[in-house]
């Protein structure tokens, strides 16, 4: 899904995203069901736990959207976890 947002910023278009630090998968699927391109999903300043963090990322890529993750920092085993589903940017700082 990351793909979405790679290709729009490659051919130079404006893309949209939305921010999130809601913990809520359905919300995050709410979000990417709208028109964005993106879904930031701050676990730094939101209230994600290493569970929920993953079912946003999911959520997000089932509506066909990417999840862009900005990560605590310091979580290493964390952006291990999220490196595992592959659809996703982070941003660490």
């Known amino acids: 899904m990351i793909s979405r947002l790679k ?3 490659a ?7 939305c921010w999130s630090g809601f913990r809520d998968p359905q919300v995050a699927s709410a ?12 676990a730094q300043h939101g209230f994600h736990d290493d ?27 964390l952006l291990k976890k999220c490196l595992i589903t592959e659809h996703l940017a982070l941003r660490l700082r």
């Open 51 to 77: 569970g929920i963090l993953l079912a946003c990322i999911n959520e997000v890529v089932i509506a066909g959207k990417s999840p862009i993750v900005r990560l605590p920092l310091n979580r290493w085993d």
């Open 11 to 17: 051919q130079d278009k404006t893309s949209y995203a």
């Open 31 to 42: 979000l990417a069901r709208q028109a964005f391109d993106a879904i930031v999903l701050d």
């Open 7 to 9: 290709d729009l910023l």
